[in-house]
């Protein structure tokens, strides 16, 4: 017999997944599994409400045509749907985390409130042992923090391994939390946290049900995210339940457990120790290979950090002016403006932009600085099949005005040698080439020099 699968709010592509809303018809007790994404709920109320002078949107169940109550019993219809799944069924609840949102309280005048949120439908869950209580969701805080900083747990869960396929698409909007600080990991499976240690994905045992909490996943088919998540629902069934392992356990040793243990311990050691190398490794080969941006990069952020850095590695002290870069050194001060492209010639917007910069500055009075135009055409082809790469206009502006018209590969060219030149001398004369020249610079050698 196949599993019955229900997605609330959440775009899954599975034929064996039923697609509806939160206030459609269907329970949730009649499905082996329900995947929910409350996100939207609270829309049914900020979109029908506005908030009063304190900003707390309410409802007065007297007056609003009886728009509170039936709020109020479908979340309740909700909520018994819920625990029905979970406790009689046993079967599994998925849901995506996020911040309990704007809440809307309901209550006539004089009367007591009750406040719904977009979570207010899930069941209540009790577990206690000897030292604690988790009382869900009564003292349950969904913090709102964003972050795609994800640990995964190592719980065997397949819920997990869900997030483990899409590792690096998970983008986390709060995090849990308990009220009383209880240790979560005595009652349930924390699948991922982020780098403080908040858990951002938990799997609650609920009688022989589970309940999941999940973050969003960004940038991956529906059909895609359906396969992995009903797979590891299958999964689920076959994994035993979860348990607490007691204080006293330990007392009880087997032999050969703590041979065991030890050489786990050592490997998780290693393992620590390879994982924070690796890092390490990682970044430094993204800080020495980061220059290779100016080969094929564009746009403000990539094209025009690369090419201050590369001004910085030859030495100039470098500040954003705007959509400009600013240079100062001992050999003499410039204004850098740099435009990337598909198309084989290019030049003309950020000419007009460093020459209209330079004129003001001019024209305020200020002392006059040298203008260095960084040009990438034809940005997709291998830079030594490259033509001429700057538009006619460009190069006229910048023999006229003293501008210098260097193209990315040149000054690629130049921080090259530079990384393997650290003589001052040498330094500087690449800092003077570039300051010097008026119009296109032409061949670049080891030294800088033409």
């Known amino acids: 017999m196949n599993a019955r699968y229900l997605s609330i709010d959440w775009p899954l592509d599975h034929p064996e997944v039923r697609q509806e809303g939160f206030f459609d018809s269907s329970s949730f007790s009649s499905f082996d599994a329900v995947f929910m994404d409350p996100y939207g709920v609270s829309r049914h109320w900020t979109d029908a409400t506005a908030p009063s002078g304190d900003g707390t949107r309410r409802t007065d169940p007297e007056q609003d045509r009886g728009f509170g109550r039936t709020l109020t019993r479908w979340m309740a219809k909700r909520r018994e749907e819920a625990d029905d799944l979970l406790k009689r069924r046993g079967g599994t609840l998925v849901t995506r985390l996020h911040p309990r949102g704007e809440g809307l309280e309901i ?13 207010s439908w899930l069941p209540t869950v009790s577990l206690v042992d000897r030292h604690h209580q988790l009382a869900f969701p009564a003292n349950a805080r969904f913090v709102a923090r964003r972050g795609s900083d994800v640990i995964l747990e190592r719980s ?30 005595r009652f349930a499976s924390v699948l991922a946290r982020n780098r403080v240690g908040d858990p951002i994905a938990l ?31 299958v999964r689920s069934a076959e994994r035993p339940e979860f348990l607490a392992v007691p204080d006293w356990l330990p007392a009880y040793s087997l032999s050969g457990e703590d041979a ?3 050489e786990l311990a050592g490997l998780v050691e290693r393992r620590d120790t390879l994982v924070a190398k690796v890092e390490e490794v990682s970044k430094r080969l993204e800080e020495k290979t980061c220059q290779k941006l100016l080969l094929y990069a564009q746009g403000r952020t990539l ?5 201050a850095r590369a001004f910085a590695d030859l030495g100039f002290d470098v500040d954003a002016v705007g959509d400009l870069v600013s240079l100062q050194s001992d050999e003499g001060n410039a204004l850098v403006a740099a435009e990337a492209s598909e198309e084989p010639k290019v030049g003309a917007t950020a000419y007009g ?30 830079p030594k099949r490259r033509s001429t790469q700057f538009v006619a206009e460009a190069l006229r502006g910048c023999r006229a005005n003293g501008y210098c018209l260097v193209t990315s590969y040149q000054l690629f060219r ?9 003589n001052k001398k040498a330094l500087a004369a ?13 061949e670049v050698g080891d030294s800088g020099a033409e």
């Open 430 to 442: 690449m800092r003077r080439k570039l300051l010097e020249t008026d119009g296109e610079l032409r």
């Open 353 to 382: 932009r460093l020459h209209r910069e330079l004129e003001k500055r001019i024209a305020d009075g200020e002392d006059p600085v040298k203008g260095i135009l960084v040009v990438s055409g034809s940005r997709e082809l291998d």
């Open 107 to 119: 209550a006539a005048p004089g009367a007591p409130a009750e406040r719904v949120d977009r979570y």
């Open 156 to 185: 065997g869960s397949p819920f997990e391994d869900y997030l483990r396929e899409f590792d690096g698409r998970i983008r986390y909007s709060a995090v849990y939390q308990d009220l009383l600080s209880t240790p979560v990991e």
């Open 203 to 233: 799997e609650i045992p609920v009688s022989e049900g589970r309940l999941v909490l999940l973050p969003l996943v960004e940038g991956v088919p529906a059909s895609r995210e359906a396969d992995v998540l009903t797979h590891a629902v």
């Open 260 to 262: 065991l243990t030890d």
């Open 303 to 307: 094209f025009g950090g690369a090419v």
């Open 414 to 422: 130049l921080v090259e040698a530079a990384s393997g030149e650290r």
